[in-house]
């Protein structure tokens, strides 16, 4: 198999990743201070989804802690997309609360009146007389750098970002046809965690730990006879991201509950479906026979898992060196009957559950490395995902913004 896998590696950097890494120092406070200047500042962050603002007005507010800021992120009347610094230019007071969401063609300040419209211009100033020279065209709201890739919002908050969305993207952009648009959430948790970002990150990004995690949630539902200790089939290093397809178990054994629900839906987590019909060229780019997800890790802080009838969203929201944000959101189709539905919820407890497994042992890794009594970790050719992680990492720490 390790000869197999070998043909199927497609790397933008001739040199294989560095499988010695001193992870400790990685996670440590100082590094994480580069981190919060060279990369969070810089990159290309996901934040929204286009189908939560399908309508003039529509809004959505998103915190963050690196970079620090609260951000309005808007579609307006001419239905484009924007974002702004979620602050009040006269006074500095919020405009709509943290976390909150609805539609709004005007955006009044609590404090003092001051009225904006959803393309950021200011619209009204209060006893407007009393200001000796304002000029509203100078005081709208503050733009954040905002784009859309399939569906997807993503935003910058360098002042004058170095690459448009596409061409960070890179390589990963082309390929997904209506891939992403064609599917609605059906959930959304929310997860804190006292261990650093990368560690989260890394968690998702590797198919070794699913046979022991996972043994008792989705035990059987990769590798199988032919492939026992789950390698990848397909592997793709990018200048900074990571995509690669996780082997399906060809006779994984479905649960009864499995069996009942996906009898009247489509199949998702855990069984699989063999038929590529209907995929864009992007997912399961290798036509890899015994399929059941690909995985991408859009540098720095987001994993998706693309099923053939289904999605799932990682975002790891850096708070501090030890501590994490983690939004778990998952996708699937439209369901035409009640009987899909059923099977979609299936889908998302166990979904919910393999998560959870994913993030129960991260405190207790990062409390261990943290210690600094371990300076190295050795990683196995099916961990080159973080091996690459770190090599983009790195790369980005060693230019000054």
């Known amino acids: 198999m390790a000869a197999v896998l070998e043909t199927k590696i497609q790397a933008a950097h001739a040199a294989p990743p560095n499988l010695v890494l001193p992870l400790a120092e990685y996670i440590s406070p100082a590094s994480f201070e580069l981190e919060r200047e060279r990369i969070f500042s810089r990159a290309w962050l996901l934040a929204a989804h286009a189908s939560d603002l399908s309508a003039p007005g529509d809004y959505v507010e998103r915190s963050f802690d690196v970079p620090k800021a609260s951000v ?34 005007r955006f009044s300040c609590s404090f003092h009146g001051w009225t904006w419209s959803c393309e950021g211009a200011l619209k009204g100033v209060t006893d407007e007389g009393q200001f000796s020279g304002i000029d509203k065209d100078e005081l709208g709201l503050l733009p954040v750098h905002c784009e859309e890739w399939n ?20 390589e990963l952009a082309p390929g997904y046809g209506d891939y992403f648009q064609s599917q609605q959430r059906l ?6 965690i006292e261990a650093n970002w990368n560690l989260a990150v890394n968690a998702f990004t590797e198919g070794y730990h699913t046979m022991f995690i996972h043994r008792n949630t989705a035990g059987d539902y990769q590798g199988g006879a032919s492939n026992p200790q789950r390698h990848r089939p397909f592997m793709q ?9 996780a082997p399906a178990n060809p006779d994984h054994r479905l649960a009864p509950s499995e069996a009942i629900a996906y009898r009247f839906g489509r199949k998702l987590l855990p069984a699989a479906c063999f038929d590529n019909d209907g995929l864009p060229p992007a ?46 959101e998952t996708f ?35 409390a261990a490395l943290a210690t ?22 790195q790369a980005m720490l060693e230019v000054s913004p």
């Open 72 to 105: 309005l992120i808007v579609r307006g009347t001419d239905g484009r997309i924007r974002a702004f610094h979620n602050i009040c230019r006269h006074r500095g007071n919020r405009l709509v609360d943290v976390g909150s969401t609805g539609n709004k063609r």
């Open 151 to 170: 569906g997807l919002v993503f935003l910058n908050f360098a002042r004058f970002p170095e690459e448009t969305l596409e061409e960070w993207l890179g």
């Open 187 to 192: 959930s959304s948790h929310r997860f804190e």
């Open 237 to 245: 290093f990018m200048r900074r991201h990571t995509r690669y397809s």
């Open 283 to 328: 997912v399961n780019p290798s036509r890899a026979e015994h399929w059941l997800f690909d995985v991408i890790e859009l540098f720095p802080n987001v994993v998706m898992l693309l099923g053939q009838h289904y999605r799932i969203e990682l975002r790891f929201l850096p708070v501090s060196a030890s501590r994490t944000v983690v939004i778990n």
């Open 332 to 366: 699937v189709y439209q369901p035409d009957n009640l009987a899909e539905r059923a099977s979609q919820e299936l889908f998302r407890i166990r979904e919910k559950e393999v998560v959870r497994e994913d993030l129960s042992l991260l405190e207790a890794q990062h």
């Open 372 to 393: 600094g009594v371990m300076e190295h970790v050795v990683l196995s050719r099916q961990e080159m995902a973080l091996a690459h992680h770190f090599r983009v990492r």
